[in-house]
């Protein structure tokens, strides 16, 4: 059990039926009446996020989230289908739980898939990846002087914001965590 004077962000835990976990926390002390923790929570099963007022007393269970790093394989169209490396046994994971993840993921790239009670809900792909620019415009010529940026769409399908030098074919390092272009990539 856990206690509510004991959440910090990250923390995973059983409350209302499902598995939140802490976005923010705050812990008040009034100056009078008794101490109280603002929350915001995440459901880790659908995302919805909401704020959640606790006495420091309140207790809950910990939720257990397993991690496991496995490829990502192919797509039917409604399922994504990822490969434990080790057991070479693949899982199904619906739309909602790769739909941020998967525009940054190639076939056969590594993605960091996270589990409750054995059924995955959330897939994260590699902090930094390296995508092709399949396309974007042109840049023009001189406009190099100030920070510039331009729509450039990446082999995955996304779309992120790049500098103007940045043509097609190039192979580009992008954060994940952001969508936000790093740098250029040489051969």
Do not use: C, W
């Not at 739309?95 to 995955?120: H, L």
Request: glycine residues 6%; negative net charge.
């Amino acid at each position: 059990m856990i206690s509510a004077n004991d959440l910090r962000k990250g923390t995973t835990f059983e409350y209302d039926n499902d598995v939140y976990q802490i976005v923010d926390f705050q812990h008040v002390k009034p100056g009078k009446g008794a101490a109280f923790v603002r929350t915001k929570i995440k459901s880790v099963m659908d995302g919805t996020v909401k704020d959640v007022t606790f006495n420091p007393n309140d207790k809950f269970q910990e939720a257990r989230i397993a991690t496991k790093e496995m490829q990502y394989l192919y797509s039917d169209g409604e399922l994504y289908y990822f490969m434990d490396t080790e057991t070479y046994e693949q899982i199904p994971v619906e739309k909602e739980g790769v739909e941020d993840a998967i525009k940054y993921i190639k076939e056969n790239d590594m993605a960091t898939i996270r589990f409750y009670k054995e059924k995955p809900f959330e897939v994260n792909p590699p902090n930094f990846v390296e995508l092709r620019v399949e396309k974007t415009e042109p840049g023009v010529k001189g406009n190099t002087a100030t920070n510039v940026t331009k729509p450039a769409t990446v082999e995955t399908g996304a779309e992120i914001q790049v500098p103007v030098f940045v043509n097609e074919g190039d192979i580009i390092k992008i954060d994940t965590r952001t969508g936000e272009y790093l740098s250029r990539v040489t051969e």
